[in-house]
């Protein structure tokens, strides 16, 4: 799962799980401190050190710079039958379906600019932030239509949800391999 910030993903993300056991959501580790409020699961912090050193031993499936902050998917270690869901950027996302060019590439995008703007001041970024946010979404937005499987709009949490669900449903029912036995 894919797109710019502010756009709602990692609600939608949350809900997701929690209707699916089957899913099994990676946590990212970043270079990126703590939000205010944000809770401490959300990813494993780390400072620039630990981070590289992880990298560099070849401990990350995929990693990228953000803004300054790098973010990156630990080798991922599911339960057998589970299907990995990953919470990540369009960089990231363009480095998974080069590992696995059978990943499934959902872009999220916000129903306007205004709402993603909003959303992003609301979890307490700095207007100058927002306004770097945007611009990064823009073209986030437009590398992420050309990898995308899907494009799903987050008008409506539960519509969204519903979306996703069906788009999860179609694939493992197409791909026949993780049919419950
Ligand atoms: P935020 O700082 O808002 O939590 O995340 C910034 C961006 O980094 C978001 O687009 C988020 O999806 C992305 N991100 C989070 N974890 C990862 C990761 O492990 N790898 C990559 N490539 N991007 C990530």
């Not at 959300?42 to 050190?49: K, L």
């Not at 992880?54 to 630990?74: C, M, Q, V």
Request: hydrophobic fraction near 40%.
């Amino acid at each position: 799962m894919s797109g710019p910030g502010g756009v709602g993903k990692g609600t939608l993300v949350k809900r997701l799980v929690a209707s699916d056991p089957r899913l099994w959501l990676s946590r990212s580790w970043t270079t990126r401190p703590p939000r205010p409020g944000e809770d401490e699961t959300a990813y494993e912090f780390v400072d620039h050190e630990t981070f590289v050193r992880k990298r560099d031993s070849g401990g990350l499936l995929e990693w990228a710079e953000f803004l300054g902050r790098l973010y990156g998917t630990p080798l991922p270690d599911p339960p057998p039958d589970a299907d990995v869901l990953l919470e990540i950027d369009v960089q990231g996302a363009e480095q998974v379906r080069r590992v696995y060019p059978d990943a499934v590439v959902v872009l999220v995008l916000a129903p306007s600019r205004e709402a993603q703007a909003e959303r992003l001041r609301c979890r307490g970024d700095d207007e100058e932030h927002v306004a770097r946010r945007l611009q990064v979404a823009e073209l986030e937005e437009r590398a992420g239509r050309l990898l995308a499987d899907h494009v799903v709009v987050n008008d409506d949490v539960d519509r969204a949800v519903a979306e996703l669900a069906q788009i999860v449903e179609a694939h493992r029912r197409a791909s026949g391999r993780k049919l419950v036995k």
